[in-house]
């Protein structure tokens, strides 16, 4: 998509279609005589997401205006501008329309709010159809070009380009999330990786599992040995020309690119939405992309461990005891808690590379689920200053989180009287306890972990955005780094 700026001034914007915000309490003036009728009637109120569409409007060049419903002034803010400027992209995205402008009058002219427009637009115009054979293949319904209108400035000039780099990393994360596991193997994954290490000067090693074998991943291995699919460990790093930290952030992505549970096999029901076990890496992919774009002074390691979950005769059992890479012997006592055993040995091996944060995101449990719904991600941590600077990054980047507690009590839940540790704790606080199991494994170093089981993906279409996979929390990992403290 062809992104540019085209100053304040919008009635002499030639353009397929011009989005103005209609605040509520608040009419414009300048569309008074063209809506009065639609105002009086109440059918325009100015309630979010509220659109009306209008053809030849008296006064502006752009063929059609499309009257965006922006709710109360002192309430909009960049995380409303995201939604209501992707819904607007589909809603006329859907009319073939090829070439939008968007308004953003003074008072949400910031760069921030360039960064999210250009972001969001690009991001609402996926969709998730690359294996239809009647899909959009000739581009009848896709936008070509989006117009910014605000003050052309270096500044934000500079933010409407960090908004294009943002959206094409969440939708590159969308893209390898939304494959079918027949394609995507984790030596596919790897792959793709790869590819994208290549294009954007960033190193990448796979190891793959003679190597593991030999580093004595037996938690990772494990998992894996029920598929005929061989797993892999990508590490991915980005290293700034002129740090300015000694920091090292390690992003660690669970990348289980099919998930039956394996021996402990999960319900037939909705079991192709395991394809989708492995959205925390896709998202840790797109992030190291925006990251290698966007040039951060701090260093920054991508982990992703990938791996296919089968009952084969192979399969990892229940009762089964593994020795990680850290040393510490884990009883399976259930194997579709897998993520967890996969992450810890990438966490160890991250450590040992030399990261000195951490954050890891993971579809770890249905238990996170239950306790927020599909609105938000859960957050745990051990460092109170990691906490508020990835806290913050959600609030910028508009991914909601809540921060959940991962006390001492919760490894209680985990005690084994055969091995070190188990790998899970029981139903109750199932998403804390698997948050405690993690945390065992990284000691004293910074971290978070994010489960993002129940905001990874759509099962049905948004206003603002497509069915399937959603990117989070690529924006977090990227905000977190480009305004690392």
Not at 74 to 85: G, I, T
Not at 245 to 261: N, Q
Not at 289 to 317: D, F, H, Y
Not at 444 to 450: C, Q, R, S
């Amino acid at each position: 998509m062809k992104l540019k700026l085209a100053g304040p001034a919008t009635a002499g914007l030639e353009c397929d279609a011009l989005v103005l915000l209609e605040f509520e309490g608040t009419p414009r003036t300048d569309l008074a005589a063209a809506v009065a009728t639609f105002r009086d009637s109440g059918e325009i109120t100015g309630k979010p997401m509220e659109f009306t569409l209008l053809h030849g409007a008296v006064g502006f060049q752009a063929s059609r205006i499309l009257l965006a419903g922006a709710g109360k002034r002192e309430k909009f803010d960049v995380a409303s501008l995201r939604k209501l400027a992707a819904a607007a992209a589909r809603v006329l995205k859907a009319k073939g329309v090829k070439n939008i402008a968007v308004a953003l009058e003074s008072g949400f002219d910031a760069p921030a709010f360039i960064t999210a427009a250009a972001e969001s637009v690009i991001e609402a115009c996926w969709e998730p159809d690359a294996y239809k054979t009647n899909a959009d293949k000739d581009g009848s319904r896709r936008i070509e070009q989006l117009t910014v209108c605000v003050a052309p400035s270096a500044a934000n000039e500079t933010a409407l380009a960090a908004g294009q780099i943002m959206g094409d990393a969440a939708n590159l994360s969308r893209d390898i999330a939304v494959e079918p596991p027949n394609k995507l193997t984790p030596m596919n994954l790897a792959a793709r990786a790869q590819a994208m290490a290549a294009a954007n000067g960033l190193s990448c090693e796979v190891l793959d599992q003679d190597r593991m074998r030999q580093l004595g991943m037996g938690a990772l291995l494990g998992v894996s040995q029920g598929s005929a699919e061989p797993p892999a460990l990508i590490i991915m790093e980005y290293k700034p020309a002129k740090p300015t930290s000694d920091a090292v952030l390690g992003l660690v992505g669970k990348g289980v690119t099919f998930d039956t549970g394996g021996i402990s096999i999960k319900p037939a029901d909705s079991m192709e939405k395991m394809k989708y076990d492995m959205c925390g890496a896709a998202a840790v992919i797109g992030a190291m992309q925006a990251i290698a774009q966007l040039k951060p002074g701090v260093r920054v390691m991508g982990v992703v461990p990938t791996v296919e979950n089968m009952p084969g005769s192979k399969a990892q059992r229940p009762g089964d005891i593994v020795t990680s890479l850290s040393g510490k012997t884990i009883e399976v006592i259930n194997t579709d808690a897998e993520g967890r055993l996969i992450l810890v040995d990438a966490i160890t091996y991250a450590k040992q590379l030399g990261c000195t944060h951490l954050v890891d995101a993971a579809t770890l449990t249905g238990a996170i689920v239950v306790a927020l719904g599909h609105s938000m991600s859960g957050v745990f941590a051990n460092d109170d200053a990691l906490l508020g600077q990835w806290m913050a990054a959600s609030k910028e980047s508009g991914e909601k989180m809540w921060h959940l507690p991962v006390d001492d009590e919760y490894r209680e839940l985990l005690k084994n009287t055969y091995a070190d540790i188990a790998n899970v704790g029981g139903r109750a606080g199932g998403a804390s306890s698997a948050a405690a199991f993690i945390r065992e494994f990284v000691g004293e170093t910074p971290w978070i972990h994010v489960d993002i089981a129940a905001t990874a993906w759509l099962d049905d279409a948004k206003p603002y955005m497509a069915k399937g996979p959603t990117g989070v929390p690529l924006g977090t990992f990227v905000k977190l780094a480009t305004d690392w403290k």
